[in-house]
């Protein structure tokens, strides 16, 4: 009996190495490819490759007065903003410049823009976005902060969206 009570100790044993062996290596093929992208200079963005779209200049660009853009696609509306200070995240020659999609995502409702206020306003359920503060919710239903596009300025100050922080409301991937 004793010999049979050691069998079943030595297969939960090797039954456990194995679980870990397999655990460790699935994380390390996972992580893996995104640590070189990243010695690249890439940004790894969960496999979605998003388009390079130009979304304006910044000579189209006023303080607190939006220009309706469109990105990642033409049915992902968004809006591109000159803030007048510098953000986290803002481009350009005063990195004030800053991108978001304007879909709620909470309930998907169009979001207006308050230059009062200097936020983004959902009429649905009243949620609050503040694009100085990297899109994050300030107030209302929502449970995430806006998406927000990763900018580029050009030499001749054409601003192009790469990409996008959060997953956009209504859509299995960013990217269609």
Not at 67 to 75: E, F, H, K, N, Q
Not at 102 to 114: D, E, F, N, V
Request: proline share 6%; aromatic share 6%.
């Amino acid at each position: 009996m004793s010999r049979c009570r050691n069998m079943v100790d030595i297969g939960r044993r090797q039954f456990l190495r194995g679980g870990a062996i397999a655990a460790a290596s699935a994380t390390v093929a996972a992580v893996a490819p995104a640590a070189a992208q990243e010695a690249k200079g890439v940004i790894p963005s969960a496999g979605v490759e998003y388009p390079s779209n130009r979304l304006g200049n910044i000579k189209d660009l006023t303080v607190n007065e939006p220009l309706d853009v469109a990105y990642p696609d033409d049915d992902a509306a968004g809006v591109l903003l000159k803030l007048g200070v510098r953000v986290e995240g803002g481009v350009g020659p005063d990195g004030d410049i800053v991108g978001f999609s304007t879909i709620c995502p909470h309930k998907g409702y169009p979001l207006s823009y308050s230059a009062d206020q200097k936020t983004l306003n959902c009429p649905g359920h009243y949620s609050v976005f503040d694009p100085e503060k990297g899109g994050q919710q300030v107030w209302g239903q929502s449970t995430q902060n806006l998406p927000q596009y990763v900018l580029r300025v050009a030499d001749n100050g054409d601003v192009f969206a790469e990409g996008i922080d959060e997953l956009l409301y209504g859509r299995l991937s960013n990217v269609i």
